[in-house]
């Protein structure tokens, strides 16, 4: 990769992988965003979150209140951050170059890259027991033999592999057409426990259980968090997928468009499935998996854990592999591929131990989802300042591939950009260790991206004019080189 000027790439920062789209790379329309998060939301890390909301005492209008309004908000940086996968056709690890420096931008990308591998462990495991309940139903013997489940998770975690080693492409085919199929039987499934509740007046009758505005404000706090927390991951690391956008447009209308919908559908099948559950069973069921066990209809529990298994292999290509793997390649771009970071990211999950993250309710809503939130937070206020308040969405595209220019900083690193992140982490996680600070945690993706915003804001203003007046000089060299 050179410019006009005769600059060259360094070999340690570009790869076919991390270089910026071609035109004919660009095929991705606004069906195919809208598709990536119908196919991502419908699974059953969604379908749980909100279905922990029922179970924590909200009523269904409080529960898809939060659940829509927490999607807004992420929402926000989320388009924010899209915008430069898009206009530059750079992916996450490159775009965050930016603001961390050349080898700085390792700090955020493995921040982001090991939340992916939990993630990825997560979704492995509950794929597993999709299998595992699936063989449940038609040999229910081998509901007393562990070591099914223990097969059925190897098995999905190989699918996974298989899926990591076809590349990008087969994750668009796979969610073009398995993203109406997820939609259908999400509906038969809702039908289905309409059908044994006696309607939905039963279902969604049940009061809120909070008494006072106090209670149920100390509840939605962190819940918020939560909901904001689920996609955190994905907010920063969109230029992913935008960089293969047709236009601007088609990723914002999409995402837009796809987000906050699908999320507030889907949700709303797994509250009105977790009401009914009190209502057939005598107790909230918030996990499906679980749910489908209850019922002695093979055929419809086999159709549904079905589309189960579809929605978590392709959330867990689409939102848990691409990034990570862009980001294990961006460490040594010469020795580590797409494929072999895909590698990398499927042993890591099953290093985290996902039936550890997974073994109850707080572990998984207020440890994980809100604890990860307070590291993520603070490099999205970063990238969006950087992008939109330093630099005005003019990035010189050839210097994030080489030494020495605008994005060197100090050997690579951004100083500033680091002591940010300190900060934003720092006071989103004290309230884990400082009773009397808890309030901070509740709020941990909000306080660290607030923080480390106007940290980062404050301590780029100084060095801003110089850096973009290097921008600009070569700016004018490659145009020099044009004209001559």
């Not at 060259?8 to 606004?30: C, I, K, M, S």
């Not at 196919?39 to 279905?51: C, D, G, H, P």
């Not at 236009?247 to 468009?257: K, L, P, R, T």
């Not at 404050?458 to 850096?467: E, Q």
Request: hydrophobic content about 50%; some cysteine.
């Amino acid at each position: 990769m050179s410019d006009l000027a005769g600059h060259r790439a360094a070999t340690g920062l570009y790869n076919d992988d991390l270089a910026p789209t071609t035109p004919e790379q660009r095929t991705w329309g606004t069906y195919n965003y809208v598709a990536l998060w119908f196919s991502m939301s419908m699974e059953v890390t969604t379908y749980m979150l909100a279905s922990s909301l029922i179970a924590g005492g909200m009523n269904w209008k409080q529960a898809v209140g939060t659940i829509l309004l927490g999607n807004l908000i992420v929402l926000v940086p989320m388009l924010l951050n899209a915008h430069a996968g898009a206009k530059y056709g750079i992916p996450f690890p490159v775009f965050v170059r930016a603001s961390f420096g050349l080898r700085g931008a390792n700090i955020p990308a493995l921040l982001r890259a090991v939340v992916a591998c939990g993630w990825f462990g997560i979704q492995s495991w509950i794929g597993g027991q999709s299998i595992s309940a699936m063989v449940n139903v038609l040999w229910p013997a081998t509901e007393k033999m562990p070591w099914v489940l223990w097969t059925c998770f190897l098995g999905f975690w190989l699918l996974n592999m298989v899926v990591v080693w076809r590349g990008v492409e087969s994750i668009r085919f796979l969610q073009s057409f398995s993203a109406p199929f997820l939609l259908t039987m999400s509906l038969v499934l809702l039908g289905w426990m309409v059908h044994q509740a006696g309607g939905f007046g039963p279902m969604l009758s049940a009061p809120s259980k909070f008494q006072t505005t106090g209670s149920f404000l100390h509840f939605f706090f962190p819940m918020l968090t939560a909901m904001v927390g689920y996609w955190a991951t994905l907010s920063l690391n969109i230029p992913d997928f935008t960089r293969y956008a047709k236009s601007q447009e088609s990723q914002i209308v999409g995402q837009a468009f796809g987000l906050p919908v699908a999320m507030a559908l889907y949700s709303f099948i797994g509250i009105a499935c977790t009401s009914a559950s009190t209502v057939v069973f005598g107790e909230p069921i918030w996990s499906p998996i679980t749910l489908l066990g209850r019922f002695h209809q093979p055929l419809v529990a086999f159709l549904a854990l079905i589309s189960i298994l579809i929605a978590t292999l392709n959330v867990n290509i689409g939102a848990n592999v691409v990034s990570p793997s862009n980001d294990f390649s961006n460490l040594a771009p010469k020795l580590i591929s797409f494929r072999t970071g895909g590698l990398i990211t499927g042993f890591l999950g099953l290093a985290m131990m996902p039936w550890k993250l997974m073994e109850s309710f707080g572990s998984y809503i207020f440890g994980w989802l809100v604890g990860y939130s307070g590291l993520l937070g603070p490099v999205a206020g970063i990238m969006v300042v950087d992008y939109f308040f330093i630099r005005g969405t003019r990035l010189d595209v050839e210097s994030l591939y080489r030494r020495g220019g605008p994005y060197e900083y100090s050997n690579g690193i951004n100083p500033r950009a680091v002591v940010a992140l300190v900060c934003g982490v720092f006071v989103a996680l004290i309230g884990l260790f400082v009773p009397s600070l808890r309030w901070l945690y509740d709020y941990a993706w909000f306080v660290g991206f607030g923080w480390a915003a106007l940290v980062y804001l404050g301590l780029m203003r100084g060095i801003a004019p110089r850096v973009m007046a290097q921008d600009d000089t070569i700016d004018d060299s490659v145009e020099k080189a044009r004209v001559s």
